[in-house]
C-alpha cells in the first residue's frame, strides 16, 4: 500500500517564476494539506483541500494557489516566486477535514529559488 | 487558532541517557495533540497522539508522552535514548475540524 507519494523530489527556479508541486494521497484517503518548512523550522500550514475545493487556508499570499483532483491528487502552485520561497514543502494527506483521520505524510519536495 | 510552543532549540542526551522533550499547546478547546519525528531530509514520522482518555500515551520506538491539562503541556519522552533517535523532534496541535499546527522544533543530538 503506497504511502503519499510527492514529486519531484528537488528542483530549482529562478526568481519569478512559476512552479507546480504534485501530491498523491494515500489509498482511501480524501483530504490533502500543504505546509511549508523552511530550513530550521517548523512545518507552516498553507491550505488544505477536501471535495475538490480549498477548506482551510494559513497566512500565505495569494501567490500560492492549488487544485485538487477527482481521484483526490493535489497540485500546489507558486506563482512569481520569491528568494524566501525557497523550502520543503510537504503534503499530507488523510481521510476528513480534521485531524481525527491521522495525517500521513509525504518526504516532500525540497525547493530552492535562485 | 491553536499554536504550540517548543521551549528547547536543541538538546543534546548522552546514549542510554533519558530524554524529555517540552511542548506548550495554546487551543480553546479539547486539543488533539501529537509528536513527529523527522530526520534530515526526509518528511514526518509520527510518534504518538492524544486524543482523550488516559493521558500518559505510548507510541512507536519507546517514546511517551503525557498530556496535563492543568499546565497546557504534552512531553515527550523516553527512558532510555539510542544513537538513532538522533532528528527533529515535533509537536503539534489540531482540532476534529480543523488543520494540524506545528512547533518549531526540537533537534535531538545524542553523545556516544
Known amino acids: 500500500d503506497a504511502g503519499v507519494t510527492q514529486s519531484p523530489t528537488h528542483l530549482i527556479k529562478t526568481r519569478g517564476q512559476q512552479v507546480t508541486l504534485r501530491c498523491s494521497p494515500k489509498s482511501g484517503h480524501d483530504t490533502v494539506s500543504w505546509y511549508q518548512q523552511a530550513l530550521g523550522q517548523g512545518p507552516q500550514f498553507i491550505f488544505q483541500?477536501?471535495?475538490?475545493?480549498?477548506?482551510q487556508r494559513g497566512n500565505f499570499p495569494d501567490r500560492f494557489s492549488g487544485h485538487q483532483f477527482p481521484n483526490y491528487s493535489s497540485e500546489l502552485n507558486v506563482n512569481a516566486l520569491l528568494l524566501g520561497d525557497s523550502a520543503l514543502y510537504l503534503c499530507a494527506s488523510s481521510s476528513g477535514t480534521g485531524v481525527l483521520g491521522g495525517y500521513t505524510f509525504g518526504s516532500g519536495t525540497r525547493l530552492t529559488v535562485v | 487558532a491553536q499554536s504550540v510552543t517548543q521551549p528547547d532549540i536543541h538538546i543534546t542526551v548522552s546514549e542510554g541517557a533519558s530524554l524529555e522533550l517540552r511542548c506548550n499547546y495554546s487551543?480553546?478547546?479539547?486539543?488533539?495533540l501529537f509528536w513527529y519525528v523527522q530526520s534530515p531530509g526526509q518528511g514526518l514520522q509520527l510518534l504518538l497522539k492524544?486524543?482523550?482518555?488516559?493521558?500518559l500515551v505510548q507510541g512507536i520506538k519507546g517514546f511517551e508522552a503525557e498530556f496535563k491539562r492543568s499546565q497546557s503541556s504534552f512531553n515527550l519522552r523516553k527512558p532510555s535514548v539510542h544513537w538513532s533517535d538522533a532528528a527533529e523532534y515535533f509537536c503539534?496541535?489540531?482540532?476534529?475540524?480543523?488543520?494540524?499546527?506545528f512547533g518549531a522544533g526540537t533537534r535531538l543530538t545524542v553523545k556516544p
Open positions: 503539534a496541535v489540531g482540532a476534529a475540524n480543523n488543520d494540524m499546527r
Open positions: 492524544y486524543f482523550s482518555g488516559d493521558t
Open positions: 487551543y480553546g478547546a479539547t486539543p488533539y
Open positions: 483541500y477536501y471535495e475538490e475545493e480549498e477548506r
